[in-house]
């Protein structure tokens, strides 16, 4: 079954780290983009058995206003309504949340929010460029807890400018206070073209260094690990049964369908995009065209790199029988020689026909993934 | 009759003086070059060439020009204006019974200017000396004149001053060429005697031979024997340069042409040579010119093993338009099979290198550059050693031999408590100043080469805020304390970061290259360690910690495509790396061997 996925190219502010396709719009502007989705979205009813997931994402899908959301929510369950998705996920900031708007979510059948806290120092939200104060993102927690929801995740942001090993703790600590049933903690990839990223080539800030990165993110793994979480991907942790569904399908490399503006969907072996331009998006579904700009389809060998590459972000890695019949390879005959001697670097294991990155490869899975490609 | 018509010159000048440029403007007022069909620099026929604003290659025009109504034939031979090339000026000087000399009115007298005046004074050449750029802001004619007399003894009234971007002064030129330069002499007669002085390979007719006819004609359909290497063939084309070929019936006593011959390789024919008739041969041979060996090595390693045919054709390509670069191969230890090339000069090298890359899609390895020791072993014998590898043990040596360059520096005289700490910092041995004006000087040094083509050019121009210029020619080897300096990878030599190096600076270099090495190698899964040593002896040790984090953060339905694309391209990264045991070496470390001084 397909994954729903529906951007919100919209936010306040754009934060300092960000090089996604969003940024603060009109007001008019963020209505035509809704009645833009609503008819996109009416093309899917034809899909009759429905959307396994849902996840509205952006952006900040909390920063439309709550006429906005409350039309954006009774479209998708105009869609979804007669076969309701296992789980369906929003994002939310802090900055942008009201328990009226909370409220709307649960009526719209929303069971699952992403809260966009990333960090609970002062200085630390500063420098991502924030809109929010640390004592936002603990009582948007507790508006969401309030209002009923027992799925939440929580953002969280390490290793930026300045940030320090017990900074990273105090941070640890308080979401395990708040107790989320999901953590999504990302080391801070500092992309070109952002601002926080000149502010680093000017030496106005001073990017963290890969060893102390790797501290935190070793004390991520411990913190979470010990207080019952489980590492399940990469940079996700989740209480059993929390991991989160929609995401599983991307690192499954399964199919999934991508509404709006900039947004993909993977479809019978086929990647494509609509585009990013939000007026050009609006347009093009407007004037009844498809706003597709970019496709690409993979020859089976590379698509099968791509399956093992993803599979092996999570730490069920991916065992040798459902490789070949997902991509009808063999994982040895394609790759044997490369994991061998990543097993021998201690990077990888094959145990019991399946293979996955090892606590040390987790942190260094570009290394492995690169001979892979 | 029609000798007396003719006139055989060149322009030689220091490099952006304006040579150039001033060779277009004669073409443009002969119309040898139609305004239509113009492009500016029309002699710098390389794209490269162009790029960098140098001619690399001697090339050879034909004008026609008109005064007091009577015609003549201009033969303008283009020289090139840097260092490496100064024996490719002396084959055009060889040619030619004048020169131009022309110097920047602004810029005044510099190091090449010096070196090829002199060259053309040997060679008793009619030298017009040529002011360029008189319309500029910061043109100084007076001063600039003033140390033209000084040191070249030209006097000020000879001088004729143009702006060869103009076109001022440029008749006034013509009238100088044709009523100071004198006509060719030779023997209309007598037994063909032509001297080659340029070769170029086309891909149509085989290789061009550039010929200057001393005595004697030439015609197509005549059996040419060349009296150096013995060779004969049978001319189907003689012609002259307008600047395109253009085939003509003969070439006569004084003219300056090409011929074809079916000549396969550019190797066949030696610049120097003289052309007679295979029948009616020439008693004595021409005044030619040696060879010029190359200077300066390095190796040449395709970074994969599959490359190394692809490379290896590229090389001939190259060398099929280019006789002063050589290529062998080789074999190292640490990088596999590849070349060992040999240039005239660091910027010959650099150019080689250019037109590698753009015209092959190899990845290459490029080891740091050396120049050609002599070691005498305990026997007493000589060898000749340009790859710091070849170094026998050190009781194996009885004498270790560098070569040594003759260096004039030209610069203004503020700069020379600079310089010379650069040439005392580089072993230099002073020899004597000499005043140009009050401001400006000639630095007369002697240098070890191997302390000159690394990076000397460019600390002199930021020593002197880009004024010093310099020209050197070789002196000789010389004896000198030097040792080969080892670098360990991994606990493996490779062979190819080898250097030799002054014993009093052995010690210092070696920590200062472990060190940075240390930077430009990429941290491992494990830890590499990194030790410089002489002999057995380790006398410098640096490690590179073992990578920790490498992992992409975020990874969800949109960022799949853009993330295995950043995969991609660091595989594709990975492929320019040199993987030596089990460490993988970027091309920047092979090079840092080359960063002595600081």
């Known amino acids: ?297 993979l020859p089976s060998r590379r698509r099968a790199a791509e399956t093992l590459v993803m599979a092996l972000r999570m730490h069920s890695g991916i065992a040798e029988g459902e490789f070949h019949r997902r991509t009808g390879y063999s994982l040895t005959e394609l790759y044997g020689p490369s994991i061998e001697k990543f097993q021998h670097l201690g990077l990888l294991s094959l145990t019991g026909g399946r293979l996955r990155l090892t606590q040390k490869g987790l942190f260094l899975a570009n290394q492995v993934m690169v001979e892979f490609v | 009759m029609y000798t007396d018509r003719i006139r055989n010159f060149c322009i030689i000048a220091h490099i952006d003086h304006g040579k150039s440029t001033l060779a277009d403007r004669l073409l443009e007022s002969t119309q040898t070059v139609s305004s239509r069909e113009f492009r500016e620099q029309v002699l710098d026929d390389m794209d490269l060439e162009r790029e960098r604003g140098i001619t690399i290659k001697a090339s050879a025009v034909t004008m026609n020009y008109k005064k007091d109504g009577k015609d003549y034939v201009l033969n303008l031979i283009d020289t090139p204006g840097h260092v490496d090339f100064s024996y490719e000026v002396f084959r055009s000087l060889a040619a030619c019974e004048g020169a131009l000399l022309l110097v920047d009115a602004a810029q005044g007298v510099e190091a090449q200017t010096v070196a090829n005046a002199y060259l053309a004074i040997e060679k008793h050449l009619e030298i017009i000396p040529v002011l360029n750029k008189i319309d500029l802001q910061q043109a100084r004619p007076v001063e600039v004149i003033e140390e033209m007399e000084k040191t070249l003894g030209m006097l000020p009234r000879d001088v004729i001053k143009v702006s060869a971007k103009s076109g001022l ?161 080789e074999r190292s230890p640490a990088l596999g099979f590849g070349f060992r090339c040999g240039f005239l000069g660091l910027l010959h090298m650099e150019v080689v290198q250019e037109r590698l890359e753009r015209e092959s899609n190899v990845n290459i390895i490029q080891t740091a550059p050396s120049v050609t020791y002599e070691i005498v072993n305990k026997k007493g014998e000589v060898n000749k050693i340009d790859n710091p590898d070849h170094v026998p043990m050190e009781g194996d040596i009885e004498e270790f031999r560098e070569p040594i360059v003759a260096m004039k520096i030209v610069l203004p005289s503020e700069y020379i408590g600079t310089v010379m700490q650069i040439c005392e910092e580089r072993r230099g041995k002073y020899i004597s100043t000499e005043y140009l004006s009050e401001k400006r000087v000639i630095l007369n040094y002697e240098l070890p080469l191997a302390e000159v083509i690394f990076d000397f050019y460019d600390k002199l121009k930021s020593a002197t805020r880009g004024y010093g210029t310099m020209d050197y020619t070789f002196l000789g080897y010389r004896p000198a304390d030097l040792v080969r300096l080892d670098i360990l990878v991994g606990g493996k030599k490779v062979d190819a970061l080898s250097s030799i190096v002054h014993k009093d600076q052995a010690y210092y270099k070696g920590k200062k290259l472990a060190k940075k090495l240390r930077e430009e190698i990429p941290r491992h899964l494990f830890e590499v360690v990194i030790q410089a040593a002489i002999g057995s002896r380790i006398i410098a040790r640096e490690a590179i910690r073992p990578m920790r984090k490498d992992v992409t953060a975020k990874c969800y339905g949109g960022d799949i495509t853009r993330k295995r694309k950043l995969l991609e391209k660091q595989k594709e990264g990975k492929k320019r790396l040199k993987v030596v045991g089990s460490v993988e070496i970027p091309q920047e470390a092979f090079l840092s061997v080359l960063t002595p001084h600081e």
């Open chain 2, 169 to 329: 002064g440029v008749d006034e030129l013509f009238k100088a060429i044709i009523e100071r330069l004198p006509p060719p002499k030779g023997n209309s007669q007598g037994a063909l005697r032509g001297l080659i002085f340029d070769s170029v390979y086309d891909d149509y007719r085989g290789v061009v031979v550039y010929l200057r006819v001393f005595d004697g004609s030439l015609r197509a359909g005549d059996r040419i024997y060349m009296m150096k290497t013995q060779m004969s063939f049978e001319v189907t084309e003689v012609g002259v340069f307008k600047p395109k070929m253009s085939p003509v019936e003969a070439l006569h006593t004084g003219e300056v042409g090409y011929l074809v011959a079916s000549i396969k390789s550019i190797h066949d024919v030696e610049i120097g040579d003289t052309v007679t008739h295979d029948k009616n041969r020439a008693g004595v041979a021409l005044p030619g010119y040696q060879r010029p060996l190359p200077m300066v090595y390095c190796g040449l390693y395709p970074t994969a093993d599959t490359d190394l045919v692809p490379l290896r054709m590229a090389l001939e390509k190259l060398s099929l338009n280019d006789s002063s670069f050589t290529f062998e191969p």
């Open chain 1, 1 to 297: 079954m397909t994954s729903l996925y529906i951007h919100i190219p919209y936010c306040v502010k754009k934060c300092s780290y960000c090089d996604f396709n969003s940024g603060p719009h009109p007001r008019a502007l963020m209505d035509r983009y809704i009645q833009a989705l609503g008819k996109e979205l009416e093309g899917t009813r034809a899909i009759s058995e429905g959307f396994q997931t849902v996840y509205i994402g952006g952006g900040t899908p909390t920063a439309l206003d709550e006429a906005q959301l409350e039309r954006l929510l009774t479209l998708v369950k105009d869609v979804t309504g007669t076969n309701p998705p296992r789980e369906y996920t929003i994002e939310a900031n802090p900055g942008t949340l009201n328990p009226e708007k909370v409220r709307l979510m649960k009526v719209g059948g929303i069971d699952r929010v992403s809260l966009g806290v990333q960090s609970f120092s002062e200085g630390g939200l500063e420098i991502l460029g924030r809109i929010h104060s640390p004592l936002e993102a603990e009582e948007g927690f507790y508006v969401l807890r309030d209002a009923g929801f027992s799925n939440i995740n929580l953002d969280l942001i390490f290793g930026w400018p300045g940030q320090t090993l017990e900074e990273w703790g105090q941070d640890l600590q308080k979401v395990l206070r708040l107790g989320p049933e999901h953590v999504s903690a990302y080391c801070l990839t500092i992309e070109r073209g952002t601002p926080i990223s000149m502010d680093v080539r000017t030496g106005r800030l001073t990017g963290s260094d890969e060893d102390l990165q790797h501290k935190m993110f070793k004390k991520a793994h411990a913190s979470f690990t010990r207080a019952g979480y489980k590492h399940y991907e990469i940079s996700n942790f989740a209480l059993k049964g929390r991991e989160c569904l929609h995401n599983i399908n991307y690192w499954n490399n399964g199919p999934y369908l991508g509404l709006g503006a900039g947004a993909f969907s993977y479809v019978d072996g086929r990647r494509y995009s609509n585009v990013k331009d939000v007026q050009k998006y609006i347009e093009k579904i407007t004037s009844g065209r498809r706003a597709v700009s970019f496709t690409e389809t």
